[in-house]
């Protein structure tokens, strides 16, 4: 990169939640920053916004209970002064037990801190190699544009690895059939409704269970995703299958016409956020027992749970548009009308965004990452966001914020004070420092903080989780007074 830059300069690429985070918590810190941003001169095919932290799959930053690890996650965040937090919090939209914002909002909000912020000059341009100067962070997530991918593969070599994700469609309020479906929570647990039309839960994937007769999810993500059941959510639009829709609907994804993989690429789908059509292929009921599975809701019309349940969540606080939740896909786009028109209450449903597949560029962090998530072949080359291996929204902003904190005690010559393992904070660095036969991206799970004592006895999963909850928050607020 060029120009003069003082030993205290850092250098972040890319304006996602990761760099975004990153370049705010360096400059809150007293250091010059440079965010480079490659939009409006370039955009991947996901986006579609100039703004700074563009939220291209969902707008869910899933579960906020503190028995849940992302739960967990965001509140720990909250209290060390996260940017990413406060604007979630400020452009909040009705999601019961779990966070979701408007994604305009919250872009808008993000940028407007970035480039009002005195420290942090905002450069909108390609970077195509790494850059030279140090230190860098690169944070340019999950859609690295090729120039730059290629730059980072030849530094790491053959560990450099990518995979496919899938985004969901968006479909006009106005286009659903309001008859046909209906608004509840699972088990009637849902929170307050604003707005004319609701609905809920998390990026990517599954609504609220990911669990799958072929294909079980992990114990500990299962846990977390019931703890979002049960929480629930009044804004969920139900839309109910008999089932002979239901097994018309499995036949009609699974038998459509999808995008294909080019020939070099070896597409590598992320388990938490699956194309529909891919869980649809692995058995007829994958669905039923996943994202449509109907426990908890009973339809007002017929007073019986109904055979299969396609759930949809607001995209604005207005709730103007819906998002198919557990519907990303990679089916063409003439095959999306036709498949999800079979919804009942979609039958003559505007799409405002088809679904669509992108690129997730991520390095074998366990391997190549040293504890200040900087490139052991590449000191002074730092890694932050899904680019490390770390998935999902949350993930991303924390994982911008502790490489932040760790480069800037770097920078003042004191000794790395990482968060404690104990921490969900701290489980983004277990994470990508624990080596695995074929390293995956991953959410936070309760998996990566550090387990109770095993002296203060043997607690049921849920009083454990939330006995892990007191203490990371215990021992975040330890170390933050300490820092």
């Given at each position: ?135 860098v962070i690169l944070a340019t997530g999950p859609l690295t544009s090729d120039a730059l991918a290629a730059s980072l593969a030849a530094a790491v070599g053959a560990e450099h690895l990518a995979y496919y994700d899938a985004i969901a469609p968006i ?141 949809l969540r607001p995209e604005d606080e207005a709730a103007t548009a819906y998002n198919l939740v557990g519907f990303q896909t990679r089916m063409k786009y003439a095959e999306q009308l036709r498949v999800f028109r079979m919804v009942p209450g979609l ?137």
């Open positions: 990169m060029n120009g003069a830059e003082s030993p205290r300069d850092v250098v972040v690429v890319g304006g996602g939640l990761a760099g975004c985070e990153a370049a705010y918590q360096l400059a809150q810190r007293g250091l010059r920053v440079r965010l480079v941003e490659m939009k409006p001169h370039k955009r991947t095919p996901a986006q579609t916004s100039d703004r700074l932290a563009e939220l291209v799959c969902s707008n869910s930053m899933r579960g906020a209970a503190l028995s849940n690890a992302v739960g967990l996650l965001k509140e720990e965040l909250r209290r060390v002064g996260s940017l990413a937090l406060r604007c979630a919090d400020e452009t909040s939209v009705p999601a019961g037990g779990a966070l979701a914002v408007d994604r305009e909002r919250f872009a808008e909000a993000m940028t407007r801190e970035i480039e009002a912020h005195p420290r942090i000059t905002l450069e909108r341009r390609e970077v195509t190699e790494i850059p030279e100067g140090r230190p479909v006009s309020a106005d286009s659903i059939d309001w008859s046909r479906v209906w608004k509840q929570s699972r088990y009637g647990k849902g929170g307050a409704v604003r707005g004319e039309r609701s609905a809920p839960q998390e990026r990517g994937a599954q609504p609220e269970s990911a669990a799958q007769p072929e294909r079980a999810a992990p114990p500990e993500d299962a846990a977390e995703r019931r703890d979002d059941a049960e929480v629930g959510d009044e804004a969920y639009v139900n839309c109910p299958f008999d089932e002979a829709q239901y097994k018309a609907f499995v036949r009609a994804l699974v038998e459509s016409e999808k995008v294909e993989a080019r020939d070099f690429e070896e597409v590598r789908y992320f388990e938490g956020c699956l194309p529909c059509e891919v869980m649809a292929a692995r058995g007829e009921q994958t669905l039923a027992f996943g994202p449509m599975k109907p426990v908890g809701l009973t339809d007002p019309r017929t007073g019986r749970r109904p055979y299969a349940v396609l759930q039958e003559e449903a505007e799409f405002l965004r088809m679904g669509s597949v992108h690129r997730n560029t991520f390095v074998n962090a366990p391997a190549l990452l040293g504890p200040a998530m900087e490139l052991r072949a590449l000191p002074g080359v730092h890694l932050a966001g899904q680019i490390s291996g770390v998935e999902g929204y949350v993930e991303s902003a924390a994982a911008g914020f502790v490489c932040a904190i760790l480069l800037a005690q770097q920078l003042r010559n004191e000794p790395l004070r990482p968060p404690p393992p104990t921490t969900a904070l701290g489980g983004i660095l277990t994470h990508l420092g624990r080596k695995q036969p074929s390293y995956q991206p991953s959410n936070i799970t309760w998996a990566h903080i550090a387990p109770l004592d095993p002296a203060n006895g043997r607690l049921r999963k849920r009083a454990r989780y939330e006995a892990m909850a007191e203490r990371a928050l215990r021992d975040l607020d330890a170390w933050w007074a300490a820092g």
